[in-house]
């Protein structure tokens, strides 16, 4: 993974000199809260319900054994012993005391870690495959170039003012694992038929009150022109972009005023200026960063049959089908260690589970641990013969559930339980949806499937593009729950469809439960969830599930008979 | 109403300014306001509406809103001592891109003043897009606000003050203490 020279430690030290001393000054109240919220917030730090919580930059989701102990280190020294891993890659705390960021900072920067940009109306963490590097439909290695851009995009003096915030996401393998679509830019790393390495260039997706999929501007980039373009793209958002509403103010609804024609047409007038300037990539720049994401030194090892060497135990095969994926290199598999236990908040970790999770790498995966966008983590370079001694040790401190991809692998944001931006509650949700579905016979069942809960319009969640999407909406003071189907994240991305008028907390799991009987009774041989949806529409699925009304109160006990 | 600030920021220095900013009150048009002689920075709306009458002062500036490009005076620049740009809000980032515009596209080399919602926390990014003066907000301390110009030492990206992105700049070799690891095969 890239480490940090002379260059970036110096930056990393004098941002955090510059945000001490802002801290400093809000607390001697030079600074107003007003003036300094988005000093705070390009720093990762909000002001939630309780607490002020931060947000810790996982770039492109890769982090070192270190960084993963770090991380634990923070949430006994500055928390409350967990941390919380998000849709971006990135972590968050959700109780911290202002006085202590800067110390934090100082504790990250000795890992090369940091929280810069990790908020704000500025180029966000860059995103990326949690597989990159060892995915075996990988085209080429996205990681080098989400790294060049990182550092472009840090501190850009020009656009750190947004009209909003921004977030890049690139993808290099065949399937689309970064979500690109629902991205201000997405990027897709193809050759041309020269046998160049370009970048498919999109942009104007991104979800929140208006969803919408990006628009492919360019079909083929040459990969020097990265930050030239990129850059012209910005510079054109920045200047033209809506800021009179906040709703109003993404690419996206810049992209759809002019049309992409005519989008693209100031972009490239704009790139005209820039192309071949200075900014343009050399091939010295790529090697220095692409080295660092160089394959590791892997054993000459042949594919194994694991699942045969423990023919009757049937928990093991299920962890195999399910939390285990294909490798490029023969003899190795990547691990998915699931942060979605029923019980717990998708995306926590305690700092015991972080510190067995770095042991683990460790021992089992070149000291290395990635961040997925659904909020799990993985492991991603397991030798095949030392599976079943991680899924032992994975399952004694419960993050081997085998529900990758499954019904409980819910994606949630923090909702209001946390967020002061939330309408509605998520976490609640999300467990009483997992408690009733608990079973995993039924959920190996129902097979692959996307649930993605949001407690506002912002979806932080996801659930414009969850196969079963579940958004919090406030109606008269009161928590209501909205559902969609049909959304779909990757090459086949897709905006769910809204199944008709919302419902309560308590009604949420029956709700579901209704879904999936329409699927199960409708479903042809080996189709998905969301293939029946889009082969049947929504009619049938909304048809069933208000067919009958469904108890609005929670019946406990005797009162069921009163 | 004209807006005087007796001090600013030119390049790193605090100096006595003896500039003054136009701007029009409620009422006011661009065509029918009157411009007071003296050092005047004046709408771009009041240059546009009065450009014969205004052509021939010996020093004039011009201001420009969030939403008004650098383009629009391409053709006038070498009449002017003095281009400022306005943030009425700080949280208003165009002003930036029309910094750069000015310097990179039209390569404007005299003064770019920023005026407005200016606050120290801003100066480092504005410097680097080309701005070299600063009406820095009255109600805050201006030499505490020049301390916001010397927050980096090294930035990663080619802009106005360093047109040399940082890769090509200096060599960015593998740390020593890294060198024997993370390179695999």
Request: charged residues 25%; contains cysteine.
């Amino acid at each position: 993974m890239y480490r940090y020279d002379h260059y970036d430690h110096l930056i990393v030290r004098e941002r955090i000199a510059q945000y001490r001393d802002q801290v400093a000054r809000r607390l001697s109240g030079e600074l107003l809260e007003e003036e300094f919220v988005p000093l705070r917030l390009q720093n990762g730090l909000y002001m939630q319900r309780h607490a002020y919580m931060l947000r810790v930059a996982v770039p492109y989701g890769l982090l070192s054994a270190d960084q993963v102990r770090m991380f634990a280190h923070i949430a006994r020294k500055y928390d409350r012993g967990y941390g919380h891993f998000t849709t971006r890659q990135n972590i968050q705390y959700n109780w911290i005391e202002l006085e202590q960021t800067p110390d934090i900072l100082t504790d990250l920067a000795s890992v090369e870690m940091h929280a810069i940009q990790t908020s704000g109306n500025c180029i966000r963490n860059i995103t990326t495959d949690e597989f990159a590097g060892v995915a075996a439909d990988e085209i080429i290695d996205p990681r080098p170039f989400a790294e060049i851009l990182r550092q472009w995009s840090t501190f850009h003096p020009e656009f750190l003012a947004l009209p909003r915030k921004f977030k890049v996401a690139i993808n290099g393998a065949l399937e689309d694992r970064a979500a690109i679509a629902v991205h201000d830019i997405g990027l897709t790393v193809v050759y041309n038929e020269a046998g160049e390495v370009g970048f498919k260039f999109m942009a104007g997706g991104g979800m929140g009150r208006t969803p919408i999929l990006g628009s492919v501007i360019r079909d083929f980039l040459p990969w020097k022109h990265l930050l030239t373009y990129t850059e012209a793209v910005m510079r054109v958002y920045n200047t033209h972009g809506r800021r009179d509403n906040k709703y109003k103010a993404r690419i996206k609804i810049l992209l759809k005023a002019l049309g992409v024609e005519e989008f693209t047409r100031q972009v490239e007038e704009e790139w005209a200026d820039l192309k071949d300037g200075p900014e343009t990539l050399t091939q010295e720049e790529f090697d220095r960063v692409a080295k660092w994401f160089q394959p590791h030194a892997y054993r000459e090892l042949a594919d194994t049959d694991v699942a045969a060497s423990q023919p009757d135990n049937r928990a093991f095969a299920n962890w195999l089908n399910r939390n285990v994926k294909p490798h490029k290199v023969p003899g190795y598999a990547a691990v998915v260690l699931s942060l979605k236990k029923t019980g717990v908040p998708p995306g926590d970790a305690t700092a015991e589970q972080m510190d067995f999770v770095a042991e683990l790498a460790d021992r089992f995966s070149f000291g290395q641990v990635r961040v997925t966008h659904e909020q799990n983590l993985v492991l991603a370079d397991v030798e095949q013969s030392k599976l079943f001694e991680v899924w032992q040790l994975a399952k004694s401190k419960g993050m081997a559930t085998p529900n990758i991809g499954l019904l409980t692998d819910i994606i949630a944001c923090p909702g209001g339980d946390y967020c002061s931006l939330a309408n509605a509650k998520s976490l609640p949700i999300a467990a009483a949806i997992a408690e009733r579905f608990d079973d995993l016979d039924f959920q190996h069942d129902i097979g692959d499937i996307e649930l993605n809960i949001s407690g506002c319009i912002n979806a932080c969640g996801h659930h414009h593009v969850g196969n079963i999407g579940v958004l919090g909406v406030d109606k008269d003071g009161s928590e209501w729950y909205q559902v969609s189907i049909g959304g779909a994240q990757g090459n086949d991305s897709a905006i769910g469809k809204i199944i008709g008028p919302s419902f309560s907390a308590v009604q949420m799991p029956e709700v579901i439960g209704r879904l999936l009987d329409v699927y199960v009774r409708c479903r042809i041989e080996g189709e998905r969830f969301v293939d029946t949806v889009q082969r049947l529409g929504v009619a049938p699925f909304k048809e069933h599930v208000y067919a009958t009304p469904i108890p609005a109160q929670e019946l406990v006990g005797e009162d069921h008979y009163a | 109403m004209l807006n005087r600030h007796p001090q600013i920021i030119k390049g790193r220095e605090v100096v006595d300014d003896d500039w003054s900013v136009l701007k029009l009150d409620e009422g006011q048009t661009a065509d029918a306001v009157e411009v007071p002689a003296g050092k005047i920075i004046v709408p771009l709306a009041v240059w546009q509406a009065q450009r014969d009458a205004l052509a021939d002062r010996a020093e004039l500036g011009v201001w420009l809103a969030p939403d008004e490009s650098a383009a629009s005076i391409k053709d006038d620049l070498q009449r002017f001592t003095v281009i400022a740009i306005d943030f009425p809000k700080f949280t208003d980032g165009r002003g930036y891109s029309i910094a750069y515009n000015l310097r990179k596209r039209l390569g404007w080399t005299g003064e770019l003043r920023a005026i407005g919602d200016v606050l120290r926390d801003q100066l480092f990014q504005m410097a680097r897009c080309g701005f070299d003066a600063y009406a820095t907000r009255q109600d805050r301390s201006i030499h505490d606000a020049v301390k916001g110009l010397s927050v980096f030492s090294e930035t990663y990206q080619a802009t106005v003050d360093n047109p040399i992105p940082l890769f090509r700049r200096v060599p960015r070799d593998t740390p020593a203490e890294h060198r024997d690891i993370g390179a695999g095969i």
